[in-house]
């Protein structure tokens, strides 16, 4: 695996997505309980089309979500770090070995084989889970933590909820050998399905 030091959602980093399955969309390979994933195809066509044509995946769609996560990513990430005594990096791309496989975590914990996911949800949801007896991950999120993990070999990877105002919610998760196994499966085919799909582009229209 390399660790490139690149700002994300700049040019740079589009670049370095282009054309890779990124952790972000892993629950296009692999559901959150471990099943091949049906939207696999229409997926690698995207990266694919990414590869040959360089449009990024995903079109440029960004949800509501999506962007409020963005803004409120440094002082969530700030309040990690205050609350752990922890430095963390944050502007970084991890590619494996095959170059077709990538990951932008929210943080590596210098230091550390850990990384850091934050999700900052809406108020109701991050108010029931504060309800909750134990905190914990969510099934739909499994594919990428899981997948971070799978990808960079860490130990743990903290998995952490945040909303202004409100107590962070944070579980550590560690890799899960089983989920592991099924995703270097799921994988294993899925880059060559992948590479198809971009030789056919070129084929046809290069």
């Not at 903290?158 to 089983?178: A, F, K, Q, S, T």
Request: glycine share 8%; charged share 25%.
């Amino acid at each position: 695996m390399d660790i490139i030091l690149v700002e994300q959602n700049t040019p740079e980093w589009d670049e370095l997505r282009r054309g890779k399955i990124t952790s972000s969309a892993f629950s296009n390979i692999i559901t959150g309980t471990g099943k091949p994933s049906a939207s696999r195809d229409k997926y690698l066509l995207k990266v694919a089309a990414g590869a040959v044509f360089g449009v990024v995946d995903g079109g440029g769609f960004s949800s509501y979500e999506m962007r409020r996560g963005h803004l409120l990513q440094p002082e969530a990430t700030a309040s990690y770090c205050f609350a752990n005594n922890a430095e963390v990096a944050t502007e970084v791309f991890c590619v494996d070995d095959t170059g077709f496989v990538g990951a932008s975590p929210d943080g590596l914990i210098e230091n550390e084989k850990g990384g850091l996911e934050i999700k900052c949800r809406n108020i109701d949801l991050h108010l029931a889970a504060m309800r909750e007896k134990e905190f914990n991950i969510m099934t739909g999120d499994i594919p990428q933590v899981q997948g971070c993990l799978w990808l960079t070999k860490y130990e743990w990877w903290d998995y952490m909820w945040y909303y202004p105002g409100l107590p962070d919610l944070i579980v550590r998760v560690y890799p899960d050998r089983e989920y592991h196994e099924k995703l270097d499966n799921y994988m294993g085919t899925s880059i060559p399905r992948l590479i198809e799909f971009i030789n056919e582009f070129k084929h046809k229209y290069l």
